[in-house]
Structures are given as structure tokens and as C-alpha cells.
């Protein structure tokens, strides 16, 4: 197989609002267990990926907090490994702070890392991949640049602002621009690139001579109508997580069975960080239905189609609907909770009802008490 | 003195006849505990949370499941530049080779592991019990009553001691008898089976008793009789907290069960004090839209659409819609099949259930492994 080295882009990514002012989606909480960043990292070690790296913008504490060991994603813990990229002369300039920049700034990277081609993904789109026969096919067609594309039948709603591809007939790529929302049936760019190590040089010589703000997604978009760019198609579970309301929707779509089925399999070795948590307890006034529990989780109230993350306590007379909760957040005093995305370590003792709703959900703070 | 040096040797090597089936394919230590747990992350937790930074582990029926599971000691922690953990499994040596023959002789068999390690003391654990203990402080009692063997005990009834190793201590808790398994006990304070030995002591105690042809090679047996009768100083270290032995189905059931108690004093949600455990890479666990489930414990990766009542379910269990599990331990892998009733019983690793498992209070509980 051809070796390939596998990035996680953080830059260009969108945010979930609230959710995201001092952490990046990638170290964000899904499904009361995961980090976001899991499912791409997993996407790359499960093709066979073993050099990877982050190209962190911002937030970095988050990030190295959940990947500090990296070992959980290579096969070998010497062969291979997790860097964590940084482009630290420009990380609090706005303008300047961009993919195409944080690779000029640790070009070294690529430079000692032996694989041909680069494979570069997003955190934020969530959707289950085997590289392999993908780089397989790019190498063996001499395609340089290749873009994974998805049709998606809900444009209006989902994927705004992120990239419409226009493919022709052959599966090149003619136009790239953004999604205004205008149309349902549309092709979307997922941001993820598979690209020659040398064509990735002359894309970052490129985008310098045209502009020092420009990013990768803009090189591509303005290259799109005049160098070859190939697409692949992706099919089945794709989402972009690019609102707090898409985040609570897209996350208790999931306990959907049959949505759920779509994106994890039991194939997919899906890697994580442990916390070393006991199983989840269950006392007499537990009435649980339709949700995932996280381990650690003390649950002596109602939970419906919710999903409750690692060390909560429910008490007695509490009602959650509808809902996120953050690890170590403490519920009681009969709060009744629905459409809320609650935020870590939180207390709700004081409040008798927090009503949101899916469109417009209600949010509280990591470490507030309400 | 500074930086004392503290070895623990965690015995594993037992197959635990009375788990019966549970215990066909696995060490008794590797089994299952508490919907994550396997027994054996109890001491090695303890270990870890004591601070003890050198432990092996000796291995010896089924020892590969349980060296596999143990690896680098890595779940616990105890797996850095500063800590070691090693399986020591019987092995051939220029002397022969041998089983190990009893709980001295297996600590014998590995004295080159222990003058590798240069310890002052050794703790020696039993991988077969479940409880939280804090070993440093064992030690530092050890320490200060300047002992050459501390023996960790506990009060049991007048009918259990009959099972252990009965001691008799004064007030200061030194030791003065130590009885194995006594026919008529003459106490109630019983061995354990965890002891810490300044290691000059243990080292020649076990070389001499070595030498003894009628020796059977146990602590319990013949090192600590001969300790006593040779005028050494054994004290005896009261443990209030919760420890079971969990050697039968009826033990191993009852212990899960009592994680369900409010009230028993095992507390594995404690964050000071963790039991650490192999990550399993389990999706979410998720409760059905027509489950119940109530004063229970259930593990990620399980999936439970139906009832489920003062049960303990472990990961990648799958409780199908309409069945019914109460008073029950569903290993991992297994699956529960709709309208099936399981009642008092223990079910093992990946099993598919599709007729009703039920016992009743006067019976033995029941076991499908």
C-alpha cells in the first residue's frame, strides 16, 4: 500500500456556538463519550494511516488534553505516531492565522515523514471512511489532487456556507462555491483532500504568491476551474456540525437505531480516550428511555431521548428531555429540562424548569450553577 | 531511610474449581466483576492507588488470557519509567523446571525477580478478593511496629473462621497462634491473605522452608507457624472495610449484587479511589424506547430494550424487548433474547439465551457459562 500521512485540519472548521469558546469542535463531547476529533483520527488508523497530525488553530490545551498518549491511533508506538502542529508566530492573528500559513510554519513535518501523499480531513464532518482504496486509485491515476464530495438532498438546511461541487461527467472537478442554501439536491465538498506531498508544496508556493490570508480551501476553490482536480463520492452517514442547534439535533438523531447503524459498525474500531469511569447506576426511580448513558452517570430520574454524559448525577423527581448534559453535572431539586444543552460540571439545583427546544436549544455553562 | 523500596507480588495463578464453568477457560482472577471489572483489577488498582510502583503477577493456570489481559500493566498505570509490572509465569531455569507448588514456593521460584527489584519490603497479594485497601498504610504500620511479617485480617463469624487462617493477637496486635483452617477456631480474626514481609526475613524464610522436604510451601501452612515458633515479630492489621471472597458462583453473585446496595460500604464510585479497568472501545450505551431498568449497573456498549431490575450488565450485553432479566450478572457479549425471563443467575461471556433461566431463593444460583 502507499504510504500516506493523515491530517486532521482544525482550520476552517465551523463552531457550535456557546459550545466553542474555549474548546474547538474536535474536543468537543459527542454522544456522552467521544471527542469529534475521534472519528476522523479512527477514519485514518483504521486505513492503515500511522503518521498523522493535527493542524491545531486555537484551543490547543483541549486538543493536547485528549490525545496527549497519541498511541491509541498507530499500530506500532515508535513507527509512526500523533504531532500536534502549531503555527504559533500567527495563532492570534485573525487574517493570518490559516492552513496554508501553519504548514509553511512546520513544513518539517512533511519534509521527515516518508509518505507521498497527504490526506487531509476535517474534524467537524462526521462520516465513516476507508482511505485505502480511495489513495489506491488517486496514485494509481496519477490524479495529484483528489476532493471527497457527497450528494445531500437537504442543502437549504444543512452544509451552509460549506462548499457546492460542481463534477463533471468524468468526475473532475469544474466549480467550487459556497452553499447559500437555494437548493436541496446539491453536491458538497466534506473538505477532505487526498494530495501528492509535492503538489501539496506548490499548492502552499501557490496560495503565498496569491495571498497571505488565503487558506487551503480557497487555493483549491480558485484552482477548481483550472488544474484537474478529481472527486471522489461518499456515501451514506455524513454530517456537518456547524451549529449548537445541528449539534443537539444531529447527536439525538442518533439514537435512532437505524441512523445510529449508518455511521458506527462493529468493525469500526472507534478509538477514544478512557477515564476510567464505572459502569452507570441505575437507582429505584429511574425511568430511562431512549437515550445513551455514559458510564460514571447516577441516574434516579427520568431521561427520554437524551444523552447523558460521563460522572451526572440525576436526582430523584428531575425530568430530562430532549438533551445534551456535559460530564459531572449534577441535576436536581425536580428540575424539569427539556432542549437544553447543558455544558460540563454544572449544577442545576436552583431552577424548576430550563425549556428549549431542538431548533432553539437552551444552553448552560461549564461550571455554572443555575 | 529514604526512598524504601516496595515490591508487590499479587498471587494469580489459581483456577478457582468452585467457579466451576466460569473458570474453564480463565484463571479466576481474570473473571468478571461488576459490569467492567475482572477480579484482578481490584489488588492491582489498590497497587495503583497506594502508590506501590513495582508489582509482578504471578501466573500460572491459563496464564495467557490473564498475561494478555495484565500485558504491561498500562490499565492500571503501573506501566511508566518509574513503575514496572511483569507476569511471572513458572519457568525453566538451570536448577529444572516445576510448577509452582504452593503460595511460598511461588514467591521462591521468583527471589531472582526480587533481588533484581532490591526491595525492602514485599507485599504479597492474592488476585482472588474483592475490596479497597490503602496498602501504604499497612505499611506504615508495619513500619512502626518494626514487624517482620504484618498479616492484613479481618473479624469473620465463629462458623467462617473455620475456612481461614485464625490468628489470636494481643493488644498491640502481635500475633501470638496462627491456625489454618481450624476444625475448632479459638477466634474470629482471620487472614486475608495479604502480607507484607520486610524482605531480608521473607528471603530466608523461604529458603529455609525450601530446604524442608515436609514443607507443603504455604504462608498459611508452614512459613508463618515457623515465623512464630522461631520468635519473630508478626502483627496483625485490622481491616474494617468490605472484602469478599469471591471463589464460588454464590460468592461471586452476592458481591455483584451487593454493589447494588446503597448501603454496602464498597464504593466503586469514588474518584479518589478508582478501579481501574481495561478500555473497552464500546459504543454508548443505549436504553430503548420500551426499556426499564432500575437499580442496576450497566456498562457501556450495552444495549437494553428490556426490563432489567437489581441487575448487573456488563458491555456488548444485548437485552432484547420483553425479556426480563432480574437479580441477575450478564457477562459480556451475551444476548438476552426477547421474552426471555432470567432470574437469579449468572450468565457468562457471549452466550445467546433463548429459554427462560430462573431460580429461586432456595436454590443454588443458576449459571449458564
Known sequence: ?370 | MANEKTVAMLLAGGKGTRLKSLTKKLAKPAVYFGGKYRIIDFPLSNCANSGIDTVGVLTQYESTALNTYISNGSNWGIDGNKSLTVCLAPKQTDEGASWYRGTADAIYQNLDFLDSQNPDYVVILSGDHIYKMDYSKMLDFHKANKADLTVACLNVSLEEAKRFGIMKADANFKIESFTEKPKHPESTLASMGIYIFSYKVLRSELIKDRANPESENDFGKNIIPTMLANKKRLFAYPFDGYWKDVGTVESLWSANMDLLDDKCPLNIYDSKMKIFSEDTRSTPQYIGPNACVKNSIINQGAFIEGNVTHSVIFNEVTIEEGAVVEDSVIMPHTVIKAGVHVKRAIIGTERVVEEDIISSQDEEIALVA
Open chain 1, 1 to 370: 500500500m502507499n504510504k500516506a500521512i493523515g491530517i486532521l485540519n482544525l482550520h476552517d472548521s465551523n463552531n457550535l456556538g456557546l459550545l466553542n469558546t474555549t474548546r474547538s469542535v474536535a474536543s468537543t463531547s459527542f454522544l456522552g463519550r467521544y471527542a469529534f476529533m475521534d472519528f476522523m483520527l479512527s477514519n485514518f488508523s483504521d486505513s492503515g494511516i500511522d503518521e498523522m497530525a493535527v493542524l491545531i488553530k486555537e484551543h490547543t490545551r483541549s486538543i493536547i488534553q485528549h490525545v496527549a498518549r497519541g498511541g491509541e491511533w498507530t499500530k506500532n508506538s515508535k513507527l509512526g505516531g500523533l504531532t500536534l502542529l502549531y503555527d504559533e508566530p500567527n495563532a492570534s492573528n485573525t487574517g493570518y492565522s490559516t492552513d496554508i500559513n501553519n504548514f509553511k510554519e512546520n513544513t518539517w513535518f512533511l519534509k521527515q515523514n516518508k509518505g507521498d501523499v497527504v490526506v487531509l480531513a476535517p474534524a467537524d464532518i462526521i462520516y465513516r471512511i476507508d482511505f485505502r482504496p480511495l489513495i489506491e486509485d488517486h496514485v494509481k491515476n496519477n490524479h495529484r489532487i483528489s476532493v471527497i464530495v457527497q450528494k445531500i438532498n437537504n442543502g437549504r438546511e444543512a452544509f451552509i456556507q460549506e462548499d457546492i461541487a460542481h463534477v463533471d461527467t468524468n468526475g473532475f472537478l469544474r466549480d467550487l462555491y459556497p452553499n447559500r442554501g437555494e437548493e436541496d439536491k446539491i453536491t458538497v465538498s466534506l473538505r477532505t483532500y487526498i494530495i501528492d506531498k509535492e503538489v501539496l508544496y506548490g499548492l502552499l508556493r501557490y496560495a503565498t504568491k496569491t495571498s497571505s490570508f488565503f487558506s487551503l480551501r480557497d487555493t483549491i476553490r480558485k484552482l477548481a476551474k483550472d488544474m484537474p482536480i478529481y472527486t471522489y463520492e461518499h456515501e451514506g452517514y455524513v454530517r456537518c456540525f456547524d451549529s449548537l442547534s445541528h449539534y443537539l439535533e444531529y447527536s439525538l438523531e442518533l439514537l435512532d437505531r437505524n441512523v445510529f447503524n449508518q455511521l458506527f459498525d462493529n468493525d469500526w474500531s472507534l478509538y477514544t480516550k478512557t477515564y476510567d469511569t464505572p459502569p452507570a447506576k441505575y437507582l429505584e426511580h429511574a425511568e430511562v428511555k431512549n437515550s445513551f448513558i455514559a458510564n460514571g452517570s447516577i441516574i434516579n430520574g427520568k431521561v427520554e431521548h437524551s444523552i447523558i454524559g460521563r460522572d451526572v448525577v440525576i436526582d430523584e423527581g428531575v425530568e430530562v428531555k430532549n438533551s445534551v448534559i456535559f460530564s459531572g453535572t449534577h441535576i436536581s431539586h425536580g428540575c424539569k429540562i427539556d432542549g437544553l444543552v447543558c455544558d460540563k460540571d454544572a449544577e442545576i439545583v436552583n431552577s424548576a424548569e430550563i425549556i428549549g427546544s431542538i431548533k432553539d436549544p437552551q444552553f448552560i455553562k461549564r461550571g455554572d450553577i443555575v
